[in-house]
């Protein structure tokens, strides 16, 4: 294997599942699947011995479930990057798992193409949502807000942690809530790729936050993005 290959823990119940995903991953010539688990406390105790770099999770699991899971993964020593398997595009479960750390979703339709491009996209820590579901999360997360006076103290509280980041990091921060890419934060910006990584990484940092989703939902709050 070359030293850029995607190391895979693949996550479900249904054996069938574990086997589909299985032969399509390793139909990528830079993806390795290193182990499979059908509960999430065995994907924990496997991605402690195996190091995984992205883990596959189903999180509707009869036994242990993977929203569990995936905030103990999240949290430990080498944090994987979970993408989340669900029929679902916008279900409760997909939501709590990207409270919890989760980096993105992947529909279980998806195409084979698709699925190894967001096992990629997640290894390089690159955008899991597009555009347009992006927004339909942050409205699902901001629905949730209540009355007018928990929204205004939420945004006092937001604004107040954005004051941590720089101009340019706030102008990345807006971009990066629209769904776009490193790739198309880069364009945007008129910045190089790594340049616009390496801010999204030191955004994440100062705010204390796992994902890319999180970030969204804190500048909405913030009032940056509608």
């Not at 193409?113 to 927004?135: E, F, H, N, Q, Y």
């Not at 776009?180 to 340049?195: F, P």
Request: proline residues 4%; charged residues 25%.
């Amino acid at each position: 294997m070359s030293e850029t290959t995607t190391r895979v823990l693949i996550v479900d119940d249904e054996w069938m599942v574990r086997s589909m995903l299985s032969t399509i991953m390793a139909s990528a010539p830079d993806i390795e699947v290193v182990g499979e688990a059908s509960d999430g406390n065995t994907a924990v105790s496997m991605a402690a011995a195996l190091e995984p770099d992205v883990v596959l999770m189903d999180i509707r699991m009869p036994r242990s479930d993977g929203l569990t899971a995936t905030e103990r993964l999240t949290h430990s020593p080498r944090p994987p990057r979970v993408v989340v398997l669900t029929t679902f595009d916008l279900d409760e479960y997909v939501q709590t798992a990207l409270r919890h750390g989760a980096v993105g979703f992947l529909l279980k339709d998806a195409t084979a193409d698709d699925m190894i491009a967001a096992v990629r996209s997640a290894a390089c820590g690159d955008a899991m949502l597009s555009p347009k579901v992006t927004r339909r999360l942050i409205r699902r997360f901001t629905e949730e807000d209540g009355p007018s006076a928990g929204r205004q103290r939420r945004r006092s509280e937001a604004r107040s942690r954005l004051e941590a980041l720089t101009d340019k990091e706030r102008e990345v921060l807006i971009a990066l809530s629209g769904g776009l890419s490193n790739t198309g934060i880069a364009e945007a910006l008129h910045m190089s790729e790594a340049t616009a990584k390496t801010h999204i990484s030191r955004i994440l940092s100062k705010l204390s936050l796992s994902n890319r989703v999180q970030a969204a939902i804190l500048a909405h709050h913030a009032g940056l993005v509608d």
